[in-house]
């Protein structure tokens, strides 16, 4: 799980960060500081060059509640799907959803500013449910679709939420896990578990860089 724990530490150490930038909002993230919204994505950050935060906005987080619940996701869903596919797949896996997270938040709320790497962990659980059906395993009996449904409800049910993020990140992620995880293509075709994610990623990029 080397590029779990990565991700995990890279998360943890922009969020201590950004913090020394001004502890305000710690714990609920209600305010925000010059280290955070320099990383955050909108579409007027986008619109003048700086792409760079259709990924600094996944790796972003506003309090504590907010990077914890995010990165106790992603321990989990490392530990089912960077095991089964490896370091490889899986860092690429994340990438494709972290970039459809950054363009769904463009495309459903451009003027906001976003953070966060739930875009990229919805789409690891997308991916998993689909990888579990594709295999003939209910999802549902394994806790990863239940997880999934129950965010989905919390992303509309909960004001200030990224919906755009958490869809976006979520489609891409179920369109790249049915690429990947598809056990005859495996066989056939072994080389779309890697043109899938990069394509996808590609995609999502030029298309964010577009709408901006």
Request: aromatic residues 12%.
């Given at each position: 799980m080397f590029v779990t724990r990565l991700l995990i530490a890279v998360n943890g150490g922009i969020f201590l960060w950004t913090l020394l930038g001004g502890v305000t909002g710690i714990l609920s993230g209600s305010n925000i500081n010059r280290r955070q919204f320099d990383l955050a994505l909108s579409s007027v950050f986008i619109e003048n060059g700086e792409?760079?935060?259709?990924?600094?906005?996944?790796?972003?987080?506003?309090?504590?509640?907010h990077i914890a619940?995010?990165?106790?996701?992603?321990?989990?869903?490392?530990?089912?799907l960077e095991t089964?596919?490896?370091?490889?797949?899986?860092?690429?896996?994340?990438?494709?959803?972290?970039?459809?997270?950054?363009?769904?938040?463009?495309?459903?709320?451009?003027?906001?500013?976003?953070?966060?790497?739930?875009?990229?962990?919805?789409?690891?659980?997308?991916?998993?449910?689909?990888?579990?059906?594709?295999?003939?395993?209910?999802?549902?009996?394994?806790?990863i679709g239940a997880t999934l449904v129950l965010n989905l409800l919390i992303t509309f049910a909960i004001p200030g939420v990224s919906i755009g993020g958490h869809l976006g990140g979520a489609v891409v992620g179920a369109l790249v896990g049915y690429a990947m995880l598809e056990p005859r293509w495996n066989r056939e075709i072994p080389w779309i578990s890697l043109a899938s994610p990069i394509t996808a990623s590609v995609v999502c990029v030029v298309a964010a860089l577009t709408i901006a």
């Open positions: 792409w760079w935060r259709l990924v600094t906005g996944g790796f972003l987080h506003f309090g504590v509640f619940m995010n990165m106790l996701l992603l321990f989990q869903l490392g530990q089912l089964g596919i490896g370091r490889t797949r899986f860092a690429l896996l994340y990438a494709a959803s972290l970039f459809g997270g950054s363009l769904g938040a463009l495309l459903l709320s451009p003027n906001a500013l976003t953070g966060g790497a739930s875009g990229a962990v919805f789409g690891l659980m997308a991916a998993a449910s689909v990888g579990l059906r594709q295999r003939g395993i209910n999802p549902f009996q394994t806790g």
